[in-house]
Each structure stands twice: as structure tokens, then as C-alpha cells.
């Protein structure tokens, strides 16, 4: 089974970003997971890996393939964080699968989460929803796992 190169977790509540890493950890999706608390601390990190504006070759720094994004978070919302993932290289952005993963199922939000080509998930994060994406995104990677 072939693992995704990294997944970051943006979400401002750390028990969820901390369950969600246990559960991907359990599955052996990745060997790299990153968890961020705002949309600003993730667009920084996903700015310097597309410009490869990093030191060295240490797994500190990776592409992630997939994006679990939280909508209602300070400093900058998901939604404020999609703009900008936007303005990055299209070649970078297309290997990234993004996921809204959120309490929110307000129209507005699913409606707005279509605008930026992003899946639409609600909490909390399963094996099944996990797999679901697998099997969508990454069907070449072989990856479902129980």
C-alpha cells in the first residue's frame, strides 16, 4: 500500500486536530502529518513549500496530497484560506485534494466549498469518510484500509 506524501490538518481546536491525526495515523495513510490552528499558519507553510522557500532536506517541510480545512477558525477562516491557496502555482494546487471539514451545513458553506473545487465533509473525520476520499482521490495509491 502506497502512502500519501503528507496530509495537514487545519483546525483551531486541538482535540480535533489531535483525534484526526490518531485516526489517520491508525490507518497508515501518511507517514507526515502537519496540524495548523489557522488558515494563516497553513497558507504560510503551503506558500514556502510551493516556492521551495525551506531549508535542507528534512521531513519538517513536505507537499501534502490532502487537506482537511475547518471553516470557523480566528486569524483566518478556511474560506479566507482558499482565496489565497488559489493565487498559488496551478501545478502545485493540482496535487493537493482539498477537504472542508466542518460542523457548518449551512448551503452557503457547501455552496462555497464547490466554488474552490474542495470536497465537503462534515465532522468528525471517519474511516469511512477516510476511505471514501482514498477511493475518489488516490484510488491509484491502493490505500483502503480498514
Known amino acids: 500500500m502506497k502512502k500519501l506524501s503528507g496530509v495537514l490538518l487545519i ?11 490518531r485516526l489517520l495515523d491508525r490507518m497508515a495513510v ?11 499558519q497553513a497558507f504560510d507553510y503551503l506558500y514556502n513549500v510551493s516556492n521551495k522557500n525551506y531549508e535542507g532536506t528534512g521531513s519538517s517541510y513536505f507537499q501534502p496530497e490532502l487537506i482537511f480545512l475547518d471553516i470557523n477558525m480566528p486569524v483566518m477562516d478556511g474560506f479566507e484560506m482558499l482565496d489565497l491557496f488559489e493565487r ?8 493537493i485534494t482539498m477537504v472542508v471539514l466542518t460542523t457548518s451545513t449551512h448551503p452557503q458553506d457547501t455552496a462555497n ?3 474552490y473545487n474542495a470536497e465537503y465533509l462534515t465532522k468528525p473525520l471517519t474511516v469511512e469518510k477516510v ?7 488516490f484510488s491509484s495509491h491502493n490505500n483502503k484500509v480498514a
Open 131 to 137: 476511505n471514501m476520499l482514498l477511493e475518489k482521490h
Open 88 to 95: 498559488l502555482d496551478k501545478a502545485f494546487r493540482e496535487q
Open 113 to 115: 466549498s464547490k466554488k
Open 30 to 40: 501518511t507517514d507526515n502529518v502537519r496540524t495548523f490552528v489557522n488558515g494563516k
Open 11 to 21: 483546525d483551531d481546536d486541538d482535540t480535533t486536530n489531535f483525534l484526526n491525526q
